[in-house]
């Protein structure tokens, strides 16, 4: 049972532009959502996370956007660029312990 | 030391081989997970430690999977009889607590694991 859905797939940005991923799960004990940049090679790296009693992070150029009642949160990155070229994990869970990790986005930003 | 190191970054068994996975978490996190990672796809969880003790091993596929954290630092993933299926990264994550409000892994590089 995949518990996060994680879409696209796959998404090619321009330099400077907005790159948005979204993710959707479905067990209502989760309560910690975190978002992992994985470059080739290397294990994911956290690059941040929410609890569901907030409804927006931000962090630098990275924003965490949730919205409980749906069940979805999304990741926006601003201004993106070359060097976030990279695949990204959004996961959940319960407890803080093990993490459900989504599919993953493979994120291309052209020069 | 400064990050997680898993060893050996590359593995190729035989089909049938044991083998065995290592990873040294940084020192003093208590808690270390082990995750698997097929091609193109994001890590599944396989098993928890707190400090020695083995809290969850739900995510094992199967018994010829086996870990353990003797001191509660080292732990070492063992497979043994190895299967086709088999063949993914390894991923071992520490974390300094058990919980808390900024609470967070670090993932090491990962062993690939190739069955032939």
């Known amino acids: 049972q995949q518990q996060v859905k994680q879409s696209p797939q796959s998404l090619i940005v321009q330099k400077g532009g907005i790159s948005i991923i979204n993710c959707a799960y479905e067990n209502t004990a989760f309560d910690y959502f975190p978002w992992y940049q994985q470059f080739p090679g290397k294990g994911p790296a956290l690059l941040i996370a929410i609890r569901p009693d907030v409804s927006e992070k931000k962090e630098g150029r990275f924003t965490i956007s949730f919205n409980k009642s749906a069940k979805q949160f999304s990741l926006h990155i601003m201004d993106s660029q070359p060097g976030d070229s990279a695949t990204y994990f959004c996961a959940a869970s319960v407890g803080r312990r093990a993490l459900t990790f989504g599919s993953g986005t493979r994120l291309q930003v052209q020069p | 030391g400064a990050g997680v190191s898993q060893s050996p970054r590359y593995k190729v068994a035989k089909r049938g081989q044991d083998v065995a996975l290592r990873c040294d978490p940084i020192s003093g996190h208590v808690s270390l997970f082990w995750y698997q990672q097929a091609l193109g796809q994001g890590p599944e969880f396989l098993t928890y430690?707190?400090?020695?003790?083995?809290?969850?091993k739900s995510g094992l596929p199967s018994d010829r999977f086996f870990a353990e954290r003797p001191e509660g630092s080292v732990s070492t993933l063992k497979i043994q009889r190895t299967q086709q299926e088999d063949s993914a990264v390894y991923l071992c994550?520490?974390?300094?607590?058990?919980?808390?409000?900024?609470?967070?892994?670090?993932f090491g590089s990962g062993t690939r694991l190739t069955v032939v």
């Open positions: 994550a520490s974390s300094l607590g058990t919980g808390g409000a900024d609470w967070g892994y670090t």
């Open positions: 430690f707190q400090n020695e003790a083995q809290l969850d």
